[in-house]
């Protein structure tokens, strides 16, 4: 297992940008595929982004060419660099974690998950 710890969520403006991080312990985190959730009051949590171990990356389309994800695994954490933030963007923001090469976009093949940080963008 490995522990995640979320950081970096707050209001901002529409326009606006914020990046959040985790913070893995307790395993390897080289060898886990990372993720990035986010779960709207009264939504299905949905896939935002995710990194494999070498760096390949994938987007929802919703957030493709403004959010980027990124991973430092000397410093065991994960980003999510958020930029040109819309309303629809609000919502909880998870992180998680899979001890596989390849991220994927199906929260179920997560096994590792943060308690979330609040992202809340204002009109």
């Known amino acids: 297992q490995v522990q995640l710890v979320e950081s970096g969520g707050g209001l901002v403006q529409a326009g606006g940008s914020l990046r959040l991080s985790c913070a893995a312990s307790?395993?390897?985190?080289?060898?886990?595929?990372m993720g990035w959730f986010r779960q709207a009051p009264g939504k299905e949590r949905e896939f935002v982004a995710g990194i494999n171990w070498g760096g390949g990356t994938y987007y929802a389309d919703s957030v493709k060419g403004r959010f980027t994800i990124s991973r430092d695994n000397a410093k065991n954490t994960v980003y999510l660099q958020m930029n040109s933030l819309k309303p629809e963007d609000t919502a909880v923001y998870y992180c998680?974690?899979?001890?596989?090469?390849?991220?994927?976009?199906?929260?179920?093949?997560?096994?590792?998950w943060g308690q979330g940080t609040q992202v809340t963008v204002s009109s």
């Open positions: 307790g395993r390897t985190f080289s060898n886990y595929a």
């Open positions: 998680a974690a899979r001890p596989y090469p390849v991220a994927t976009m199906f929260a179920t093949a997560y096994n590792n």
